[in-house]
């Protein structure tokens, strides 16, 4: 039982270029949502998913796109990078939606 | 390396002895509130939680105390240890059903030897 993975764990992108970051979860949980992590401010929700093929979006949203083809897998796509984009992002997932299982993170630096 | 949590209040607290970290939550109709642990390089682990409809809740170590009349929870950790150094966020669910999770900025827990 793996919990909540996340790929890739770093990755550095030049502005304009797109990248997807995958999330899978293999507890069978029906939430899945993507977080993003700035110094000195909480995690912020950019997009969730309350089950296979439904998506909705969160606190700050602009900039990224999100599909959740699979129950197990959630991903987020960044179609052109920003440098306001660097951050660390957190996958998590939920069984009923209220206590969350969080991956490692992905470290992502846009120059 | 860390780079989340630069600029967080910090709470320095000897081994041994109780912690209390704080957390003011925004929003009235939230009815739900969890803590999260997060330590360097990882992600955020779950502590405790809490429903509107109680006061206070005990885990192992670990207590929340809800006032809703002032909108303030806080965290309580007995018998502080070096593996309790870490970020403390307190998250709330705002309005009740969206699954919207807002998150505090933390509060960092320095455990001094």
């Known amino acids: 039982n793996a919990g909540v993975t996340q790929t890739p764990k770093f990755r550095v992108l030049k502005t304009g270029q797109s990248m997807t970051l995958l999330c899978a979860q293999d507890?069978?949980?029906?939430?899945m949502y993507w977080y993003r992590q700035d110094p000195g401010m909480g995690l912020r929700l950019i997009h969730y998913?309350?089950?296979?093929?439904?998506?909705a979006k969160g606190e700050v949203p602009d900039g990224y796109n999100v599909s959740r083809l699979k129950k197990q897998n959630f991903l987020l796509g960044l179609e052109s990078a920003a440098p306001s984009q660097t951050s660390v992002y957190f996958c998590?997932?939920?069984?009923?939606?209220?206590?969350?299982?969080f991956g490692p993170g992905t470290r992502l630096t846009v120059t | 390396g860390e780079s989340v949590g630069l600029h967080l209040p910090t709470l320095s607290v000897q081994e041994g002895d109780n912690s209390i970290i704080n957390c003011a939550y925004s929003?009235?109709?939230?009815?739900?509130f969890i803590w999260y642990k997060q330590e360097s390089g990882k992600g955020p682990q779950f502590i405790i939680d809490?429903?509107?409809?109680?006061d206070k809740r005990q885990g192992q170590r670990v207590t929340v105390l809800l006032n809703k009349t002032v909108k303030h929870l806080s965290l309580q950790i007995a018998a502080t240890q070096p593996g309790d150094s870490a970020v403390y966020f307190c998250?709330?669910?705002?309005?009740?059903?969206?699954?919207?999770?807002?998150f505090g900025t933390g509060t960092r827990l320095k455990v001094l030897a």
């Open positions: 998590a997932s939920s069984y009923d939606g209220q206590r969350q299982y």
């Open positions: 507890m069978n949980h029906e939430y």
């Open positions: 998913s309350v089950g296979e093929g439904t998506t």
């Open positions: 929003n009235s109709a939230s009815d739900y």
């Open positions: 809490i429903r509107s409809n109680m």
């Open positions: 998250a709330e669910n705002g309005t009740s059903g969206t699954y919207k999770y807002i």
